[in-house]
């Protein structure tokens, strides 16, 4: 069809785009201003900030009087939770206004205005993009995928070094061979070397990628062009592909430089295996990403690095050698990785002599770097929010919690029954992890709702494991049906609020029975479905074993189950006086720290009220004996 037919609706078009672009712009690159947590907190205290916005991660905006502009909390984040926090809990809201995201700074008011106009725009362009489409009008007609890509500033306020990364040795001297070539690359190529063109860093969220990245660009001094998955993939057919050659032609004219794909995931799905009409899109941007790593010479001094959640959803052509031929796993930090990225967090906060690093490191594992810089942040806000100038290890504690199993919801309403049944419950899960042998001991027990739970149960590991036993996976079965147990033999009544422990059980059975061979009657045979289906991907693929199989697999599953129900059952009749004192004085005290759960379940009373340090002493004197203890039962179960 013939697009001059219509020149004014293209003249349109283009201004309309053109506009949309612009409010990108004004958007999304005002300038940062660093302010220090505590600045932050006493600028508020003071009625220095009147306004605050909430923006994704880490920034605020802060509007009023001296500190005019957008700061970036150091190490310090604004989140979600904070904002609730801080709108709640803290009496702060008194003294401030929060304002949902949208942008601020000199724009205030004009921005929702602003904004409105830019989504009606965006809305007007689609329709037209689509009313062409059908005509079969050209496809990407607009310049519309110029790169989005942004260029870092390495020499900026933001900048991050290695120094900033903590606990992530081999995976920094990985790229610190990297940031060596775009140093020095005729070191390099005169021994003939080749340094890889493409690196990708795989790792949960929060462990660090993102920064290990930024950390490069802040340590080879090189243009940083950082462009994350989500931008690629937008409805616009033909967009993802014309950003991806935008991109590579930037960093090529500015070598040596790096470009940086986050969350690729978004975009480097398998092809050919998504639902609906998006993965049209997704294909082309990914074959042009491969055509543009193919197409770098031999002495183009671009890296790519790229990083992703998951690998195992990642096209198989970008694993070839040649493109991402590099992989770097980046783990949850191990206790001593931990104690560095706490001290890292810790670096500008007034801590309290109290504070032992070493102890909040071995209470967190599993905790990712993002969950440990959260947890810091955490106990500054409960210090601020005392109106005391040190943060202290109780406020650790709390906020690692917090963190944990998410806000106490001390508001909900609860009856009467109800807080009976989480009683009874919380009792049973506490009564069965303190008997049996392979369980780690309890830290505390509490009946105040947090996040979604209506109480819980915190046990402090040992070590980090990394495999698990039979013995420990059977004993943690019949801990998790403590709950269940005990509002059954004492109520007579059951709740959904076991509901989660039930999941959880059914789960590790079915891994035991059908993935670690733990079953003698099915033996060390594997069934896992661990390639999840994904995007329509193996969708039709039938199941590896017979129906006679998966029969006994379920009759299996069904026996570890029941049995160790049973164990509980028999735990719980066993200590039925001890599960009483302990219930009730949860009714009475909410949450019951180490020592006092100890002393109810030994002496039948309440221990004598101590002291914050003395607390933490018992605490540590009873989880000593209680490791002791279990040392001495030898890991059996007794029945
Ligand atoms: P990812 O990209 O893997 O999801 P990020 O790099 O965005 O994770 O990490 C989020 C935040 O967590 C970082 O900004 C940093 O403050 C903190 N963090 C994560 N890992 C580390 C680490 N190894 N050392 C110090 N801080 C870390
Ligand atoms: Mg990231
Ligand atoms: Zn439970």
Redesign the pocket.
Known sequence: MDNNRQPWMRILVMGLSLLVMMSFFFFSDREITRVPFETFISDINEGKITDIRGMP??SYTVLKGEREGRGTVE?V?YNTILTEELKKDSGLSEKIVMVPEGGGGILGGITPFLSTIATLLMFFFLINIMARNSQGGPKSAMNFGKSRARLADPEGKSRKTFS?????EEEKTELMEVVDFLKNPDKYREIGAKIPKGIL?V????????????AVAGEAGVPFYIISGSDFVEMFVGVGASRVRDLFETAKKNAPSIIFL?EIDAVGRQRGTGFGGGHDEREQTLNQMLVEMDGFEENDQVVVIA?T?RADVLDPALLRPGRFDRQIY?DS?DVR?RE??LK??MRNKPISDDVSVNVLAKSTPGF???????LTNEAAILAARDNRKVINMSDFEEARSKVQLGPEKRSRIQTEHTRRLTAFHEAGHAIVSRVLPNIDPVTEVSIIPRGAAGGYTMHLPTEDTVYTSRSYLTDTLSVLFGGRCAEMLILNDISTGAKSDIDRASKIARSMVAEYGMSDVIGNLSFSDQDEVFLGRDMGRTKQYSNAMGDLIDAEVKKLVDEAYKRAETILRDNMDKLKVVAEALLEKETLDAYEFEGLFTEGVLPPELTDREKREANQKVFEESLERKKMMGGEIKE
């Open positions: 991660d880490t190490t984040v900033d990364v903590a606990g992530a860093l790792g949960h969220p929060g462990t660090g990628k993102t920064l290990l990245a930024r986050d990083a959640n980046i930090p990785g560095d990225i890292i967090h990712t770097g993002a969950e440990l810089q959260n």
